[in-house]
T-cell receptor, first 115, second 113 residues
Framework: GAGVSQSPSNKVTEKGKDVELRCDPI?????LYWYRQRLGQGLEFLIY????????KSGLPSDRFSAERTGESVSTLTIQRTQQEDSAVYLC?????????????FGNGTRLTVT | GENVEQHPSTLSVQEGDSAVIKCTYS??????FPWYKQELGKGPQLIID?????GEKKDQRIAVTLNKTAKHFSLHITETQPEDSAVYFC????????????FGQGTRLTINP
């Protein structure tokens, strides 16, 4: 595709429910990243994929958060038993060669609201 | 770990004037410093970046300067235009090869016509 695609663009869920967020990176980009952006704040790193493996998942806030990537393409971020503090915009980015070697291209994010 | 501080949090300038946004970082091993522009409802977009072996880089109306000794870097936008209004984020990469960017808190830039 032309850019990084994320779905859904908006998600409202009740506290305690599980949610799944999807990211379609730019074709051919082997590096994929998830970030979280709380209202009016900067981006927090969550996890990095190189191909299908995740060498760095140090930013995942708790064991309620998990992510996977299949076929060096689509990635899903799953949040179990959502809490109100999980409300944020979740941004996905991809890069051809990784940070420092080629640009990061961000999607428009999924705005998650936990009620 | 790396910590990035960004100032100011909001900046308002007259169209045609210059805007400067400043960031400091904590990890002296950081070697890559990108700047992103984020418009409402969209993801951040890379506008310029600089590496630690360079002191300044320009791209038309945008320039970035880096002072490794003081561990700070700045974004300069000249001849500002209304379409420059957005939130700008600085970021720093950690040690070489680290696949993680640490972002500043953002600066909301408003260009007044």
């Amino acid at each position: 595709g032309a850019g990084v695609s994320q779905s859904p663009s908006n998600k409202v869920t009740e506290k305690g429910k599980d949610v799944e967020l999807r990211c379609d990176p730019i074709s051919g980009h082997t590096a994929l990243y998830w970030y979280r952006q709380r209202l009016g704040q900067g981006l927090e790193f969550l996890i990095y994929f190189q191909g299908n493996s995740a060498p760095d998942k140090s930013g995942l806030p708790s064991d309620r958060f998990s992510a996977e990537r299949t076929g060096e393409s689509v990635s899903t971020l799953t949040i179990q038993r959502t809490q109100q503090e999980d409300s944020a915009v979740y941004l996905c980015a991809s890069s051809y060669l990784g940070i420092g070697n080629s640009p990061l291209h961000f999607g428009n994010g999924t705005r998650l609201t936990v009620t | 770990g790396e910590n990035v501080e960004q100032h100011p949090s909001t900046l308002s300038v007259q169209e045609g004037d210059s805007a400067v946004i400043k960031c400091t970082y904590s990890d002296s091993a950081s070697n890559y410093f990108p700047w992103y522009k984020q418009e409402l409802g969209k993801g951040p977009q890379l506008i310029i970046d600089i590496r630690s072996n360079v002191g300044e880089k320009k791209d038309q109306r945008i320039a970035v300067t880096l002072n490794k000794t003081a561990k700070h870097f700045s974004l300069h936008i000249t001849e500002t235009q209304p379409e420059d209004s957005a939130v700008y984020f600085c970021a720093a990469q950690g040690i070489q090869g680290a696949q993680k960017l640490v972002f500043g808190q953002g600066t909301r830039l408003t260009i007044n016509p």
